[in-house]
């Protein structure tokens, strides 16, 4: 792991990278959302416009925005039809707003970032953290009113609670969490995401992925030794369209848990067997990285796989690691104090 945390230089402008395809009605709400959050920081406040492969009026839209707290820079660019992808498009437009002395952050197009949003990321910054991932919400009422997708939203709920534990436990003990922190809500997502530009271009930039290029982003960032923290102050509300613009993309998830009767579980699921051998290879003092949660960490899981193993999931942390990490705990505070 590299030191980057002893020369954080101060960071003295914020790029916003945006990946936009045909989002003609989306796009002006999320500048205007964008110059509102600009206003809340003293930085200058940039949003990078890669109008990929549209063939709506974005473009015009982006062009012809006007805000005193907001500029925006807008690029267009044609991928070939076998290398389009919304992960590839945010890749290109991460990398033209990765300007030296930078907060670069990304979002999508249909996303409304809070006010606060810029404001938290810096925040952060200031704190230590080199990479953040902010929250993200959803309105998906026609998702929940499928008894496919509530039987999905409700196992993969109780079951990701009992997996963010575990995971942050594992942080700790790796020295990647601190050992006072509370459990991050550990979402990594694209669309409310910022890291240093310059730690970004060192650690080789966006991983190009067509999907999950985001949670590629954060393990690798982990794997270089950034201080990746999540914020809940720094938020973005995405849409629940069920027609959207990337294959393989939120859109195309929530159809297919409203259509499948035993939906597929978020790739990122980790059965309670594996999740105990990192836990004993951690308490044993052998440290490796969390699993890279842009790709399947096991056998697929389907809906009836977490209820089946929410139980042992849940005996495995009230029973093992909790009580580990309590003796682990006493041990660490006590060599500190030493």
Request: aromatic share 4%.
């Amino acid at each position: 792991m590299t030191p980057w945390h002893d020369t954080r230089p101060a960071l003295r402008h914020v790029t916003v990278a945006i990946p936009v395809r045909d989002e003609v009605k989306r796009l002006h709400r999320l500048l205007e959302a964008l110059a509102g959050a600009a206003q809340a920081c003293d930085l200058p406040v940039t949003a990078l416009v890669l109008a990929n492969n549209c063939t709506d009026a974005s473009e015009r839209i982006a062009r012809s925005f006007r805000s005193p707290a907001l500029a925006v820079s807008v690029h267009s660019v044609t991928f070939p039809v076998s290398t389009a992808s919304a992960g590839r498009a945010r890749r290109v437009a991460m990398d033209l707003a990765a300007r030296t002395g930078g907060l670069l952050m990304t979002t999508d197009a249909d996303a409304i970032p809070a006010q606060g949003w810029i404001r938290a990321a810096l925040d952060a910054m200031g704190d230590g953290a080199d990479l953040v991932c902010g929250s993200i919400s959803a309105d998906v009422p026609h998702v929940l009113a499928t008894p496919s997708g509530a039987r999905i939203t409700r196992a993969e709920e109780g079951y990701s609670a009992l997996l963010r534990r575990v995971r942050h436990r594992l942080d700790q003990v790796a020295g990647r969490q601190s050992a006072q922190s509370q459990t991050p809500h550990y979402m990594e997502s694209g669309a409310s995401m910022a890291i240093r530009a310059d730690l970004y271009r060192a650690i080789g930039g966006l991983p190009a992925l067509d999907f999950g290029e985001d949670r590629a982003l954060v393990f690798r960032a982990e794997a270089h030794g950034l201080a990746v923290r999540y914020s809940c102050d720094m938020t973005a509300r995405v849409s629940g369209r069920l027609q959207g613009r990337a294959d393989g993309g939120m859109a195309a998830c929530l159809r297919h848990r409203m259509q499948d009767a035993d939906p597929l579980a978020d790739q990122a699921m980790i059965l309670p067997d594996a999740l105990r051998a990192m836990w004993d290879e951690a308490m044993s003092g052998s440290i490796r990285a969390y699993p890279d949660r842009s790709v399947p960490a096991g056998p697929t899981l389907r809906a009836s796989d977490l209820e089946a193993r929410l139980a042992d999931l849940a005996a495995l942390v009230d029973g093992t690691v909790d009580p580990d990490f309590a003796r682990w705990s006493d041990r660490h505070a006590a060599m500190v104090v030493g």
